[in-house]
């Protein structure tokens, strides 16, 4: 979060969010919501609520519950020229138009030989730690950024869900952004100021020297917390925000492995197949001769993500498997 | 046909720059002509073929940087493949001629050693052997730092003779960072692997050189000697009577070498220094010897010096002139086995036929590899290298 | 020829020599070999060079009277005035 002296606001991720999603109505004609409960009852985590009274069903469209109708409309209201924000309500329910993202939204341009492009936006929640059981809490982010055609982003600061929307919504491709169900409550301050952003480069939230944790999204505070703890057991570690996982900014993730030699990634995806191991291997193809230790990846275990509470967080990458991981990693 | 490949002009060299073609294609080559000059972590260096042959055509753009053993130009006509002048002497290993483009000369694993990827490569470029190194890193592995605090940057002392030399352009600048890890890796792996002993001796030169004042009164400036042209020729005449100091130590053996030449230091302006040799020391005239080291220190500070003359020293000289230090305690410059230093000439009383006498005096001093003798034959190869110098008018 | 050109001609010789340095800017009185890191191969190019370019030969005795650029313009001054 920015500490930058001219007025600060105090807000929320949520409102953060919201904040950007009203700058995009009100700067853009041609934008506008829809998706399932956004509109009547303010969204399933309260994101667009006051909005409908604000700008009118025209704009607010509460759907039917059919992701594949409503995202497949919201792709062709973007071929159509409009520039559509859809929220899937978690990226669980995503599969459900997994067709319309993958066989239509990322493929149009190519398909048509660039006649056609596809400006939408997906918005979707994603991630566990609320007790929402096996249906609701996973985090696919991963699984998407397999996808050439479309640009995938997980927004994990306040100025990133407030600046990044802008930014995506003038890419002229698909766009989808991830936001971490654990950060809509996350209170701070941010630039009253605060606007776009850039979705292409990873950045350095914390400088170190020991060793590189890469992570994104809702791990990003879990991250950084280990690192402080850490700090105070003697190791300095650099956290890298991936902020974009496609694609990925291979040259800040290489140019911090070199220095630190240690790779460390935490990813709320499962391990296999997951962003993480694509991260490793881009490191061990463009920085082998750097490494000092082998890449470590702290993920989620490999089970539906459970409902009780204490399993839950067992499941997940915590704070405490990340120190145990870089102490791992540096030998001590 | 013939390629023409990028000559290793020493176990620590990797790669190198195209700086410039001295052939043209249609050009005839005469073996020891000078076809390029490549640019090093040790300099400029100008590359010989020892082929004839016509030069047909250039594989290797100006400014390009390419690998040991690249072929950079098709030299047609010699029986051969036309080769450049390396080592003859030195016997630099040539593995890299086979080596793919490109690839890392890094060694493989170790059985039952675990060594980062990084230090691995930096033990190769320091030319450090990690079997010897205790591992920081996790279960017992060796990591880059382990690697890097073994062989710190070794700041090079004015005696440690390190091929290296700046490019002409490149004078006036400090030595760039590739050179001082070459220089940080040789004198490492010198103190490292050689068992070092040291002996020095305090030689009264006063006839000496008064011989050379007398000779140089009636020479002009063009003609007249300086006192290392004495060192290097009494060098030469004790080194025939001491072979033992006179070769290569590899493959856990010394090897004599049946020809001297003597590697000179010469400090480069701007920083670091190099040795190379002048050949067949023994068999040239004050006059000649003092002809050589003219031009040979004009050339390494013009930042050019040619391929066999910096791969083929057999033993090092470095002489600290005039700068004012009475004692040089040298590094052997590996794979040779002894190199010797001589301190500045002072004015200072001594002891002769039983009187105090102020006389000219050096420190003559030896660093000899254990290896390869003993301070007992060290000891009579420096005195007599001592006697050689009180009879100037013999050399 | 003046002392001014003679110091231009010394100045070019030791540029020859160090031409990294600026041999203009050292004071009159400074040890040459000192301020620009001249040794006893590099004074003797100096010394040849002078003598070459001016037929001022400077025997090894006289090698000290040179080590300063005063010295130096003093010596040839002189020398060139009434040759030996």
Known sequence: MS?????????TYREAVRAGLREALQREPRAFLMGEDIGRYGGCYAVTKGMLDEFGP?????????ESGFVGAGIGAAMAGMRPIVEVMTCNFSLLCLDQILNNAATIRHMSGGQFSVPIVIRMATGAGRQLAAQHSHSLEGWYAHIPGIRVLAPATLEDGR????TAMNDPDPVLIFENIMLYNMGGTIDAAAGAVDIDRAVVRRPGRDVSLLTYGGSLWKTLEAAATLKEQGIDAEVIDLRTLRPLDDATIMESVRKTRRAVI???GWRSGSISAEIATR????????LDAPITRVCTEEVPIPYPKHLEDAALPSREKIEAAVRKVVGR | MGEFRMPSLGSDMEKGTLVEWLKKPGDTVRPGDVVAVIETEKGAIEIEAFEAGTFERSLVDIGQTVPVGTPIAVINGGVRPSAPIAAPAAAVPRQ??????MAPRIAGPVEGLKVSPAARKLAAERGIDVTQIRGSGPDGSIVFTDVESYAPGVKPTAQAPIPSAPSKEKRATPPDMGMRSIIAAATARSKREIPHYYLSHEVDITRALKWLAKTNTRRTPDERLLPAVLLLKALARALRKHPGFNGFYEENAFR???RIHIGVAIAIRGGGLVAPAIHDTDKLSLDDLMERLRDLVTRVRQGRFRSSEISDPTITLTSLGERGVDTVIPVIYPPQVAILGAGTPRKQPMIADGKVRVRDVITLSLAGDHRASDGHSGALFLV??????????EL | MTKGALQKIVEEELKNIAPETSPADIGSDEDVREALDIDSMGFLTFITALHRRLNVDVPEKDYAKLFTKRGAVEYLSRKRAKPS
């Not at chain 1, 930058?4 to 807000?11: G, H, I, K, S, Y």
């Not at chain 1, 490191?283 to 001769?289: K, N, P």
């Open chain 1, 163 to 166: 600046g990044m929307l802008w």
């Open chain 1, 58 to 66: 025209e704009r607010i469209r509460d759907t039917p519950l059919s």
């Open chain 1, 283 to 290: 490191i061990v193809e463009q920085a082998f001769w750097s």
């Open chain 2, 384 to 393: 007599a290298w001592a006697n050689l110098l009180q009879h100037p008018e």
């Open chain 1, 266 to 268: 935490v990813d709320e």
């Open chain 1, 3 to 11: 500490e930058r002296a001219p007025e600060q606001v105090a807000t």
């Open chain 2, 256 to 258: 004599l070498s049946d």
């Open chain 2, 96 to 101: 890299a001629a086979s080596a793919p483009p």
